[in-house]
């Protein structure tokens, strides 16, 4: 397979299970590049999991992902960190370090990684927060932002270093409606303009529908349904219908498993 | 009875496991220390100012009351032979021998050791390190050997200075208030102490600094991600600071007699 195929990421009969528990069995899926591909799916699948398997913080049981045609598991950790410079990565609390301000906190992966000058880099930084709205807020502590506003930061921080492929962690969450509809847009240009590739992790079903190319919704450790969002509104499986039009009855089941309500109440099953 | 031993081999099991990563720990931070000094200095400079500069106060004010109290009892308890002149000596050798390196390591930890352990354990637990390793930035070499070595350096300087403050309070409280001859304070310190009784001292609160900085980064990078987990593990680094410091104490003591 060569650099330059189509599919830059290629998930194979993926088994991940965490104790006893089943997260993924058997999981397939290709992300295509160029393309905003988006992970659906109820909370509890696995869907930050699934990154962190993308991105080898976690090590799959069974199967296999390739990375441009590489299968990262034999990857050494010096080759793994250089594969991950090509990757930006949005967390769903924005992990900014507490101890550094907004400004050295997006000038951070360019300190580490290049020897540009301080000129230079105080000009990427600032270019990227204003992309994201905040260089006004240059020299706040991450300590007094809000919630969205750092999920911004770390935003702009995930894109300082242009990489290959940018991955969202729920990166809609928490954000008002202005900011939400700024960021949509942004991940949607840069995407274009930039010619990265996006997974968005995500259960905002509206939203993902007007940023992504391509989605899969992920439901009992497996791909449910994939295609373009159009045709996950309109597909006949009972789990898609559920998810994509927000209902309470279906076959994933809003309740944890539990006893028996009734006799829970009534204290029947502590006799 | 077959559960009793199922249970001791358990515990034993795990427990060398445990040290046998300890020890890994500690190797792979010193694997990386050449580099973090050579090209990141400034990372320990700030490490050491975080550790030792802000230990400072509370290392002198109990530097200072454990000299005074040795002056109290060396005095009055060297009165009883007559032999009150010899106090600065008592509490010099008191003092380099045993006091500065175990009270200020056991300070340390407690002050420095905790904070230490607390921070690493929440940047765990709010995903600064998971970021980090995502930005390819190796965490334990841009977080901890910094911190680690900043505690190694710190110590031995706050040894000193423990010992140096607590020969003042002695000086004070039995010179100037109780009324030895200040003469005789210094010349008996002088003649009793002699250079491998400052190489002891030296060599324990270098020990002291590795274990105590080790155990703090080491609970933290090992905490349970969560607020539960980061406490405990703060807990555990003064509980287990104390005891190494101790038990160190006594074996080094031992060989160096």
């Known amino acids: 397979m060569d650099g330059t195929s189509e599919n830059l990421i290629e998930i194979i009969d993926l088994k991940y299970s965490r104790g006893s528990r089943v997260i993924f069995e058997d999981l397939n899926l290709t992300i295509k590049r160029g393309e905003i591909t988006a992970l659906m799916g109820p909370s509890g699948t696995g869907k930050t999991t699934l990154l962190r398997l993308i991105t080898r913080q976690l090590v799959p049981q069974q199967g296999a992902i390739y990375i441009n045609g590489v299968d990262i598991a034999t990857l050494t950790q010096q080759e793994l960190y ?4 090509q990757f930006g990565m949005l967390f769903q609390n924005g992990a900014l370090l507490t101890d550094l301000n907004v400004f050295e906190n997006v000038a951070f992966p360019l300190r580490e990684h290049t020897k540009l000058t301080n000129r230079l880099i105080r000009h990427v930084v600032l270019t990227k927060l204003h992309a994201v709205g905040l260089r006004g807020a240059a020299d706040m502590m991450p300590a007094e932002l809000s919630g969205g506003m750092a999920r911004r930061v770390a935003l702009a921080r995930a894109m300082v270093m242009d990489p290959e492929i940018l991955i969202y962690d729920e990166p809609f969450v928490g954000l008002d409606p202005i900011s939400m509809g700024v960021i949509v847009r942004l991940v949607r240009r840069m995407n274009d ?29 497996k791909v449910a349904a994939s295609g373009s969002p159009d045709e996950l509104k309109t597909a006949n499986s009972e789990v898609v219908r559920q998810f994509m039009h927000g209902m309470a009855d279906g076959p994933v089941a809003f309740h944890f498993e539990a006893p028996n309500y009734a006799e829970q109440l009534l204290g029947r099953d502590s006799e | 009875m077959r559960a009793l031993i199922r249970d001791t081999y358990d515990t034993v099991h795990e427990f060398v496991r445990t040290f046998g990563a300890f020890q890994l720990f500690f190797l792979r931070l010193l694997r990386h220390s050449p580099r973090i000094v050579m090209r990141r200095p400034g990372l320990v400079v700030t490490q050491i100012y975080n550790s030792g500069a802000l230990s400072l106060v509370i290392i002198m004010v109990c530097g200072f009351f454990v000299g005074g109290v040795l002056g109290l009892q060396g005095y009055s308890n060297l009165a009883r032979f007559n032999a009150e002149d010899s106090v600065g000596a008592v509490v010099a050798l008191a003092l380099l021998k045993e006091l500065g390196p175990v009270i200020t390591a056991l300070l340390f930890a407690g002050r420095a050791g905790t904070a230490l352990s607390s921070e690493i354990g929440l940047m765990k637990a709010t995903d600064q390190l998971s970021a980090m390793e995502m930005m390819a930035v190796n965490p334990v070499r841009r977080i901890l050997v910094p911190r680690f070595l900043g505690g190694v350096v710190a110590m031995p300087f706050l040894v000193a200075i423990f010992t140096c403050i607590g020969l003042f309070g002695a000086h004070i409280v039995s010179v100037d208030l109780l009324g030895v001859d200040v003469g005789a304070f210094w010349q008996q310190m002088q003649a009793s102490v002699d250079i491998n009784d400052v190489r002891e001292g030296v060599i324990k609160s270098f020990v002291f600094g590795v274990v105590v900085s080790l155990l703090a980064v080491w609970e933290g990078y090992n905490a349970i991600p969560t607020a539960e987990g980061v406490g405990r593990a703060t807990t555990r680094t003064v509980v287990i600071s104390a005891i190494a410091v101790l038990i160190l104490d006594f074996m080094i003591t031992a060989v160096m007699l």
């Open chain 1, 82 to 85: 250089q594969l991950r410079q």
């Open chain 1, 193 to 221: 303009a930039l010619g990265i590739t996006s997974i968005v992790v995500s259960h905002d079903v509206a939203e993902v529908s007007t940023v992504a190319d391509r989605s899969y919704l992920i439901s009992d450790g």
